[in-house]
């Protein structure tokens, strides 16, 4: 099990701006994107290619390209945020739905919504932008795996030391990818220094 925490200084740049709570909800937006071009990029290094023989217009060429369909599922509705970068940059992308939302008394995750494509034999990437106690991440990947994943990753804008400790004693198989690691939680269970409540911020609520 691992823990992959961006390092580049255009994440850096961006997380940042994102973190700032004079950031407007449609500049958050924008940058939400670009954070999660770099996280997709990152969190795919490993996807499997085959062979493909091509002409160029000189000579034959034995290229690769992507081997396995790639399924993204953003936990709802702060996960979506994420969710466009992977639909612009992988050709064959499908895309599931879990929905979670956190109890604002006790910060404990209630599932309200589940659509999955077909899962056997795909990469599955479950997105969300705040790991914080985990709750939600480790639930939304007992259902995906429950659905039939087997091969999946868990991708994140902020972590949390405590977030990151739930999902790796519930899914060791299961790797993370973070933009950034922070310090730990608040009594209310919001990331310090993290960036507040990443869906408010997204819609403006
Ligand atoms: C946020 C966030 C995660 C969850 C993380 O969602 O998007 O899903 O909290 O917290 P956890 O690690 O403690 O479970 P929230 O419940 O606020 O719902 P939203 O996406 O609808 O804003
Ligand atoms: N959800 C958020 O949106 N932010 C946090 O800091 C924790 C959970």
Do not use: W
């Not at 309200?112 to 990437?125: D, E, I, N, Q």
């Amino acid at each position: 099990m691992s823990l992959h925490v961006l390092k580049h200084p255009l994440a850096a740049h961006v997380m940042t701006h994102l973190r700032d709570k004079t950031t407007r909800p449609a500049t958050f937006r924008t940058l939400a994107y670009q954070i999660g071009q770099l996280l997709a990029i990152e969190a795919t290094r490993d996807l499997a290619t085959k062979e493909k023989p091509i002409e160029t217009p000189l000579e034959p060429f034995t290229g690769q390209v992507l081997a396995r369909s790639l399924v993204i599922v953003p936990i709802l509705r702060a996960g979506l945020g994420m969710m466009q970068p992977f639909l612009d940059l992988f050709p064959d992308v499908s895309v599931g739905y879990v929905g979670l939302e956190r109890d604002h008394e006790t910060a404990v995750a209630r599932s309200y919504y589940c659509k999955l494509p077909p899962l056997a034999g795909t990469r599955v990437l479950v997105v969300d932008p705040m790991l914080a106690t985990g709750g939600s991440a480790a639930n939304a990947l007992s259902v995906v795996k429950e659905a039939g994943a087997k091969e999946l990753s868990f991708v994140c804008i902020v972590s949390s030391p405590e977030g990151v400790e739930t999902v790796q004693s519930a899914h060791p198989d299961v790797p993370i990818f973070t933009a950034a690691h922070d310090r730990g939680l608040n009594d209310r269970k919001y990331i310090l220094p993290g960036l507040g409540d990443f869906g408010d911020r997204l819609y403006g609520t």
